[in-house]
């Protein structure tokens, strides 16, 4: 998997939108870009993916730049809820093998 | 939406017995299964990719004859800790992947908390 660079932590104010960064110079072609979150104790949930164009679901936005070597995954309206550390990871979309490999991720507290 | 049931959530055992984990797949069948560990306010961990019918893969320095890994079916991979001692305490969680035309999918289990007394 290529790597990707994640600040170690933010805090957001509740209510707020929360903006998290992560930076995948070195992504190909073929990798996707995606999200999952860990909230405390729990196992990790997938949250979004994308290839090259912007997207969108029930839980956040992902936008993605123009030369895919960076992206930023929107919590719109951040609650207390959301408070969990999140993974970006790149890969193909079907990849050999399977596996999915986390980096350190961002830990972001939502304070009230 | 897809689940993964990992039992139990969390065990407590003396040092040196062994812990079974479970991991199923409710309402589908997972063509490959992995497991991880996370220590505290660190990442996961990947420690083994177990496919139904064979032998599991491990990742460099993850002892196979201390984690135990069957994998006797599509819904269902068991990971055992065998000889627990304290550096074992962590949480483990069990991934479950699913391979389509064109789309790949993971699901996780809810983690089980291992502590070693």
């Known amino acids: 998997d290529a790597k990707t660079t994640q600040p170690p932590s933010m805090d957001c104010a509740e209510g707020r939108a929360a903006n998290l960064p992560c930076n995948h110079s070195t992504i190909s072609g073929n990798e996707y870009v995606y999200w999952y979150r860990q909230i405390h104790s729990q196992g990790p949930q997938y949250i979004i993916h994308g290839l090259k164009n912007n997207e969108t679901n029930e839980m956040a936005s992902l936008i993605i730049t123009e030369d895919r070597k960076s992206s930023t995954l929107i919590l719109p309206h951040a609650t207390l809820r959301d408070t969990a550390v999140y993974y970006c990871i790149v890969r193909p979309r079907i990849q050999q093998g399977g596996k999915l490999i986390f980096g350190q991720g961002t830990e972001l507290s939502v304070k009230p | 939406g897809a689940v993964v049931s990992q039992h139990p959530s969390w065990v407590i055992c003396k040092s040196g017995t062994s812990v079974k984990i479970e991991c199923r797949s409710l309402d589908f069948q997972a063509t490959t299964m992995f497991w991880y560990r996370q220590f505290p306010k660190q990442s996961l961990m990947l420690m083994a990719t177990s496919n139904e019918g064979s032998k599991a893969t491990y990742e460099q320095g993850v002892e196979k004859d201390k984690f135990l890994i069957n994998h006797a079916s599509l819904t269902l991979s068991t990971l055992t800790v065998t000889s627990a001692h304290p550096e074992d305490s962590s949480f483990y969680i069990c991934?479950?992947?699913?391979?389509?035309?064109?789309?790949?999918?993971?699901?996780f289990g809810s983690g089980t908390q291992l502590s070693v007394l």
């Open positions: 991934s479950a992947r699913v391979v389509g035309t064109g789309y790949e999918k993971l699901f």
